[in-house]
Nanobody, 126 residues
Framework: QVQFVESGGGFVQPGGSLRLSCAAS????????VGWFRQAPGKEREGLSC????????YYSDSVRGRFTSARDTAESTVYLQLNNLKPEDTGTYYC???????????????????WGQGTEVTVSS
């Protein structure tokens, strides 16, 4: 059974940093594309980053490029999202997701992802 479990969320002031973790089980992480999404209250789920297995590259949305960094540790079967220079608009529930295969053009479409974690809350406020 494939599972993703996020952790590392919390409360942080603007300009601060957090590192989110996503522990994956029931799969070989290298064989899956992995993504991070965010959902703010009253808003649709938004794609933030995507590590594809079609080309092995990492892609970021315009809203987080240059501030967030995603990395995959296959030995630990864990995906990380480093959040730097956080802003109040980064507040939301952060989810990791997995799918057997995807390409860059589909990365930020929530409907194509098969497996989701339960989410971890991030609040950015002064």
């Amino acid at each position: 059974q494939v599972q993703f479990v996020e952790s590392g969320g919390g409360f942080v002031q603007p300009g601060g940093s957090l590192r989110l973790s996503c522990a994956a089980s029931g799969l070989t992480l290298n064989n899956y594309a992995v993504g991070w999404f965010r959902q703010a209250p009253g808003k649709e789920r938004e794609g933030l980053s995507c590590i594809t297995n079609s080309d092995g590259n990492t892609y970021y949305s315009d809203s987080v490029r240059g501030r967030f960094t995603s990395a995959r540790d296959t030995a630990e079967s864990t995906v990380y999202l480093q959040l730097n220079n956080l802003k109040p608009e980064d507040t939301g529930t952060y989810y990791c997701a997995g799918v057997r295969a995807t390409v860059r053009a589909m990365c930020f479409i929530p409907a194509i992802w098969d497996f989701w974690g339960q989410g971890t809350e991030v609040t950015v406020s002064s």
